[in-house]
Structures are given as C-alpha cells and as structure tokens.
C-alpha cells in the first residue's frame, strides 16, 4: 500500500511529524514502512503555462517554435521537440533558471538560429512514474486540463509537493490496505482523532429499486451484495487532484467514474465497480457460482475458461464480472455511458482467493476481498462514492440502496484481564495503562469488575479474535522497548546433544583434520543425475516436486555422490585439480509412485578424493590419490568412532570400477552389515562428468551412529617382550592379500600381536604373473617371554600353512 | 737422561703445534707414546740407572709423558671442536623455504554456525531437535494455525510432492512433532537446526533450500519478558556483551504476539553504516508468544501453559558474521571459498 502523507492528513492531524517521522513510528508499532519517496525529485521554477502559437521552426522539420504565456508581462519563445504539442494547450513550463530532476540547470539557448527561453516539460522530465500514463502523454510533453491556472507552480498543480509511505503489510493487518485504515494506525501512535469522510448522499426522485435488482444465489460466497443507480453521468477525466492521488498510490487514472472507484477503494479498503446499468438485462444482478467451463471476456479482452468454484456476477442471461476480481467487457463503463449500477459488496475471501490463484489475476480489488473487507464499510463506502459521481460526474443518485445481506457481522467482544497482560508481557501495566491503549486505537469497552475489561472490537480490525490479540495490541502500543527482560522461573534444565549429534560433530573433526573440506550441496537433483549414479539405494523410487521451478531441481536426490562429482568438476574448470571434500546429508527413498506417507530419510556420508595426495612442495614427490588413501580415511575414522569389526569385500557395484571397489561391512559377531561403498567412480561416468581419477565413498550413518562408542576401555601396557619375524613369499599377482593376513591369523591365534605387509613387488626379480610380499609378524605372550623355540615352531607352521594355501614360493 | 727426557718434550710439544686433524694426532700419539716411541725407549733404558737415580729419572719421565698425553688430549678437544663446527657449518639448511603442512580441512560455515548456536543454547539448557525435510501440510502449516488458503501461506512459497506432502519451508514443524511426542509435558526447551525449503529463484539473496535454526520453549508461566532476556543472553554470547536487543512488532501466525529482532550492528556499533542500512540496526530474528491455537493443537492447554518460540536464517547470520556477498557461495562449494573457513 502506497500511502500519501498529504491525503493521509485530511483524515488525521499528523501536525510536528514528517512522513519520514511517521515512517519510523509506524514501522516501530508493526506497519513496517519500506520506503519513503518524496515525489518532487528536485523540481524549481516550473510553472504553467498557455501555448498562444505553436508553429514550425524555420529551420528544422521536427521542431516547434512555440510562444507560451506563463503569467509574466512577456511571453516566451521556446523550442519544443514534441509531437503532441499544439497551440491551445496548457502544458508545464521550465522557465529559463529552473532545475529539473538531475539537476538538470535550464537557460536560454540558441536551436538551430533561433532563441529558445525555457522547456516544455515531458513528464519524465518531471521525474514523475510515467507508466501510469496514457502512451501519447508518455512519449510527447505532459497536457494539463484546460481549467489549470497559468503562473501555477507544477508541484502544486500536480501535487508534487507530496511524499508517499511504501507499507509493507503483513497479512493480517489488511486494515491498513486503506487510507481510512492506516489513518486509525497513526492515531492510535500519535493519539490524536480521526476525521471521516463526507458520506451523505442526496438522492434524485427516482427510485433505485425502480431501475435495479439483486439476488443472491450464493450466500455462503456472497456475505452482501449492494448496489446504487446513478443516472446521467457525464464520463470525462478526474478532476487533477484526483488523478495525482491515485498516480502517488500507483493506479492509472481512467475516467472519472473508474477514477472514483478507486478512490473510494483506497479510502476504505472497499472495492467497488461501475457497471453500465445499461447493458445489464432490465438492470438485473444475479451473483451465482460459475458453470464448468462457462466463458466470459473479461475488461482486459481476455476470453476466460471458468469453474465450477467461481463467483461471477451475472444479469441474469449472462456473466458480467468475475466477483472481486475483475469486471466483464461487456459491461464496462465507456465514453457513451449514461447509467450506472455501483457495486459494492462483500465476497468471501477465501473465494476470491481460490478463483484469482486458478485464473492468475490479481487485483487491487481482488487483494482486498481476499483478506476479508470491513463488513461495515460496504454500505459507508458506496455511499461515498455516490457523493463524488454526484459531485465529479454530474450523476443524479437514484433514492435507496439495493442490496441482500446474507451473513450479518458478528459482534466482536472479548473479556481481558490486566492480570492476564502482565503475566503474558511480564510487564507491571496497571489498568489506566491498559485502558488507555484501548482509547488509543479507539477500541471501545466496558469495565466489568477491578481488573478486567470486555473490549468491543471494531470491525475494522477482524484480525483481532482472541485476548492474546488484545495483549499484543497492548504492547505495541505501550510499545515492546517498555518489556523487560528476564529470565524463566522453574526448573533448570540440563542441555545437551544426542549420540548422534555428538558423533556427527566427531565425523566433521576428524574429516576436516584430516584436510578433507566439508561441502553442502542442494536435496533437488536431475533424474538423469540419478540415473547416472544411482547409489546404494537404486531400488528406491524417485520423489518428485509437482511442480519443479527446472527439470535441475525437480527430483530428491537419493545419493550424495552426483553433487560431489559436480563440486570436483566446478573446482577443476576453475585450476583446482587437487579435491577432497565430504558432506553429511540426507537422501530421500521411497517405495510409493506416489507418496501416501512421508519418504524415508537417510543420512548419508560421502567422501571424495581425487588429484594429488599431497599438496605441492619443492621436496615432496608429487603422487596421485588413490584406493588406499580413501580406505586410510574410512579406517581411521572407525577407530576413532569406537567401531571394530570392519571389513572391505570385493564387489562392483554401478557406477563403480569393478576391480577397484569394496563393500565396508562391519561384522558385529552376530551379523554382517553392510554400511556402505568405497572405490573409484567408474571410468566411464570420471570421463562423463570430465573428470581426473576419482575416488568415493557412501555410507549410511544410521548404524554407524548405533555402533559407535565413545567408551574406552585402557589395557595394561604389556610387561613382556615381542618377538618379531618377518616372512618373504611370492605368490600369484592376483592374491588378495587379506587372505594370506587371515590365514597367519588363523595359525598364530592369540600369540599373534600383529601383522602389517612392509612391500610387495611385482617385476624382473620376479616370474611374470607373480608378486613378491613381505610381511613382518610381531608375536607376544602377555603373562610370560615367549622363548625362540616356541616361536620358531609357531611361526613355520604359518609359513607352511601359507605355502600350502596359496601355493607361494618361500624367498630366503 | 734428564737432558735427554726434556728435550723429548719440548720437541714433542712443538711437533703438536702443527697437528691440525684426529688422524695426524694419532700418529702423534702412536709416534711419542706407542710401545716403539722414544719415551717408551727411554723407559726401557731406566733398568741401567744407579737406585738413587730411577726415582728421579722416573719422576721426570712420568711428567714428560703426561706433558705430552694432556696436550694431546687438549688437542684432540680442540680438533672435535673444530671438526663438529665445520659439520654443522655444512649440515646449514634454507630455514626461508615453506615447511611441509599437514592439510586442514574447514567444517561448512553453515555447520560452523549451527554448532555455536547449539552450543550456546545447550549450555542454557537447551536440547537439539531434528525432524523431517519432507512434510505433512499439517505439521508445516495447519497445526501451526495456517488452514488450507488462508492468505498468510503466501508468505511462504511452497515446493509441493503431492496435494498432503510438502518439503517443509520452515523448521517449526519439528516444534509441533515435539510438542506431540512429549504428550502434555513440560518443561520444553529445544532448538531445531535444520534445511527448509521455498520457492524462489537463487540470487544473490535468495536460495531455494535453506537453513534455519529455532527455538522453542513451552512451560507455566513463561512471559515475553522472558523471550526478551533469552534472546538477549544469546546475542551477547553470540556477538558480544556490549550486543542489544530491539523488538519490532510483527506477524507470524504461530506466534501472538510476535516481533521481529534487531541487534545493534556489529559493525558501525549502533552508529549506523553501510551494512545496516545507516540503521544502526540489523535483521537477525523472527520470534513471539506462541499462539494458542498451536498450543491448543498440540494438546497444551493455553490456560495454563505458555511459550514463546524463535527463528532465525542460518545464512543471514553466517553473511553478516563473516561479511559474504552471495547466499550461492554456500551451495556452490568453491575450494577457495571453503578454505577461508579453516580457522576456528
């Protein structure tokens, strides 16, 4: 809402405060005011003036040379470009020493060898918002009325001198979509009066009942319909005044009965409309529901489908408006009009609401009725606007109002107490305080014992239902800076994180001090992304967005890794080859088409690595990331989350390298869970997405969250001593290691302390389709030292169990 | 023999003068000491000497050779001396040259934010709740006093799956599924970090997903004063002692009534700047009593219970924290933006 600060003081004396001060009060009592725009852009010496003669410039096709009283002893000569100039007109005059907006300086000139003493002014040049004008105005000079005094000052003649008020309403305060509404919120601040509008309509003999009829088919949509005949109306344009008010709130001023109806719309917060009494079958209104598919053209000439939801107006034999929201063509107020039927009602919001969403129109009627017009204004601002087309159009206001009212406006009375305001505020407000604010807002009210109060709550305010609505009133306008603060009596309570929390943190240090970055990504993703990497979860179907803003963002995404392949590409288009990042985020899975409970969402970690491991340094060997370095992280991680019992199997999932992937599994004893994949992203999706070697891992943090521990449990430091042997064998290249690891387990049992693999090598010194291992065992007794021959008898038996398995060749 | 013996010295101790290495000293040694040396020779001749010369002879001869052993003894200090000098002059590195650095990896600044917040709030006591990111319409919106088409849902624009699911566009629902689970009791004292969606177009400004963290606190007798001095314990823990609070009226439908929070720009300090719009003021808080009608909802009766519940823009305070230009930078995930993070 647009907010004139020189219209809004004929209906509150806001006398000692600016707009700007008004703006800060208003914003500070909950009607936050966005901008306040001065509408003079730096505009002196403008005035009117009268063009006399208006003839071709001896020099130049495209110029006037035009001679223009401006109420001084001498007229002056001046060049105007315009097309729409003509001799007659009263226009807007820069006189020689004016300044326009820019500080644009004007001074005599000389144009093509004639003198030129001033500028006809467009309005842009004005600095005013031309939008709002007729597009010969827009691109010609600005043509005042012929009524317009020469000599005037432009900023008074157009009311420029104003300044305007942007609100910034929330939805509940729609009292303040009016003048009348937001004159009522500044005196409730400034405590001072309102002053209404005149309203008393002086009617002709003829009877409105005579000439019009409403019915009402659609009560529940409907609450009150009323109407006024008004005879006569000469159609002409507003008078200027008028038409300023409109352009500072942003409507386009059309003739002068549309101009008034908006401006009794802007007054009151009640739309209206004009219809051509006319062209209505025997003045007739009939409010119904539309028909499935019934059609109307409405006054934008657009040819609407309608449903079986809407409210129209129609005359019985045909639709004339779709109800507060917008007017038919076929009735529309026009140069020719003699009579009008005036509308002024009250539709259900929720109404209004649904049909202006289905058909996407929206107007400043219909963003009233949506949020409930004032039930009371519906007569008050017919009559209005009855008195201005008396006053404006020459109309001859038919005697009586023609109306049904189908649901009467309950009373609003709500009982507060002041013991109630000051628990709930925690403030010490005594009753003359409370009472007080309620005088403010010119709520009235009845005292009822002591402390507490019933408040009769004016329709006006139909946000207002409850005592907490009343509180707040309360606060506000005692204002919230006089609320103390304090802190909460009762029990203390202890605050903290759950295991999850906790070890959702732990997984974020531990990664990060390991140089991995965190990333976030997006949950909408493209289904082809999906299809690309469809992750652990390929079962799952897909839950879609009804209505996606783009096909990139339209599907919940069911895996991690397509963003984090996105992020790796984004970096290396941008020389940062080296990339090791992993985010903590949820999928979304599900096995509904469509979804008839909410999705399951799995929290997820993802890591990925890919460029080289270390960073660049003039004495390290620079080296790619590969399998291990990923696996290194997975393994330390457990370790530090407390989990054992891990285990990598060879598998080869989609989307993965088949000799280079694992599923991790954690063996609890009892079961073996698989949590999740680690390998390198399949050649075939790295080259895809334009990518070096790439490494990943996705796990399911829900059973990473039940098996992590946080106990420790300390083991004496060992008081004997380890023997160690180291053993050398060469074996088929293709071996997995693990195994032979397992098999030494299996054979040393207990006395076994630990095996680690020291080298393996595959080359010249050995047979083709061969690899060499070392691998060093460490063996300890933990009551007693192990002697060399119980060593060496333990340790053959591994060596021969192992050249027996796996037919190796011992080296010596 | 005396003559003989001292004239050995002072030969021997001339000879040393010009030893400069361990090995040439050795042959010194060997050379005036060893078993074949003079002094050795002498020693062996002693055996022809009267009984009243030997002891004399003897004497001299033991000084002699001491003579001689602590010269060469401080000699061979001197050449260690000398020699480690000159290994360490060679062992000199470039100490300018950059040192090998372990890699630190930075926590998401949005993380970074949300984990001081829990911090904060779980030192007032406060517990950490999390819900879903796909909602009912009845947990997003009607039970937090929204009925279907009532026109404050358009202050949030919603991403709908089907006509009853909804990705959530706030993290409230997560205080109506609490106050549910907790079935009428109370104390209630939870924050609720989490992503929430709406739909706008992602500029500079704005994002399609993004997060928030709120608060909400339900028990006998909570007053908005006390709203007031929580949030003002938090901001200052948060920005600073010297940090004020101020409360604007506003609207939301779950709470009545409702204010929005500004604090005291961190950067001007209150004296007004670019930052806040010469306001001296900044946005940081949407907050309020909770209505009634949620509380009712949600099977507390308004009678005898009362709340009061927070929410703010985890981005928004992350921007104004470390002065980012562009909510995409957070989702965009560029190695140079992340490493600026490292720092605690």
Known sequence: MRVSYGWLSEYVDVTGYSASDLAEKLTRSGVEVDIVEKLNQGITNVVVGYVKTCEKHPNADKLSLCTVDVGKEEDLQIICGAKNIAAGQKVPVAVPGAVLPGNFKIKKAKLRGVESYGMICSAKELGMNDRLLPKEIQEGILVLPDDTNVGDDILEVLGLNDEVLELELTPNRSDCLSMIGTAYEIAAILGREVKLPLAEVSSSSTIAADKISVKNLSPENCHHYSARYIEEVSIQPSPLWMQNRLMAAGIRPINNIVDITNYVMLEYGQPLHAFDADQLNEGHIEVRLAEKDEKMTTLDEVERTLEESMLLITDGTKPVAIAGVMGGANSEVQAETINILLESAKFSGSSVRITSKKLGLRSESSLRFEKEVNPENVTAALNRAAVLLSQYANGKVADGIVEELSVQNPATNIEISLRKV??????????????????????????????????HVPSRRGDITRDVDLIEEVARIHGYD????????????????????????????????????????????????????????????????????????????????????????????????????????????????????????????SILLTGKRETAHWSVQENKVDFYDLKGHVETLFEYLGIIGLEFVSASPNGFHPGRTASIQINTGEQNIELGWIGQLHPSIQQEKDLEEVYILEIALEEVYKLSSFDIEYVSLPKYPAIGRDIAIVVGQTLQIGEIVNSIKETAKELLESVSVFDIYTGEKVSSGKKSVALSLTYRHNERTLTDEEVTELHSKVVEEIEKSFNAELRK | MKEQLEALKLEALKELESVNDSKTLNDFRVKYLGKKGPLTEILRGMGKLSNEERPVIGQVANEVRSAIGNAIQSKQDEISRKELENRLKEETIDITLPGRKPTQGAIHPLNKVIQDIEDIFVGMGYTVEEGPEVEKDYYNFEALNLPKDHPARDMQDTFYITEEFLMRTHTSPVQIRTMEAKKGEVPIKIICPGRVYRRDDDDATHSHAFTQIEGLVIDKNVRMSDLKGTLLQFVQEMYGKDTQIRLRPSFFPFTEPSAEVDITCANCKGDGCRICKQTGWIEILGSGMVHPRVLEMAGYDPNEYSGFAFGMGVERIAMLKYGIDDIRHFFTNDLRFLNQFVRI
């Open chain 1, 422 to 455: 000051n628990d709930y505020l925690g403030t010490d407000l005594s009753k003359e305080d409370v009472k007080h604010v309620f005088d403010r807002l010119h709520f009235s009210y009845t005292e009822t014992d002591e402390s507490n109060v019933v408040v």
């Open chain 1, 482 to 605: 006089h609320i103390p603060t304090s802190l909460m009596v009762g029990v203390t309570t202890p605050g903290s994180l759950t295991k999850e929390q906790k070890i959702r943190r732990a997984i974020r240090r531990i990664l990060t001090d390991e140089g991995l970055h965190e990333v976030i990504n997006y949950s909408f993703t493209h289904p082809s992304q999906i299809k690309l990497f469809p992750g652990m979860y390929a079962e799952s179907k897909h839950v879609k967005l009804a209505l996606p803003m783009s096909e990139e963002r339209s599907t919940l995404r069911t895996s991690l890794i397509p963003h984090l392949l996105d992020v790796a590409a984004y970096n290396n288009n941008r020389n940062q080859a080296d990339v090791r990042i992993f985010e903590t985020g949820r999928v979304f899975l599900t096995e509904e088409e469509t979804l008839s409970r909410l999705p399951e969402e799995k929290e997820l970690l």
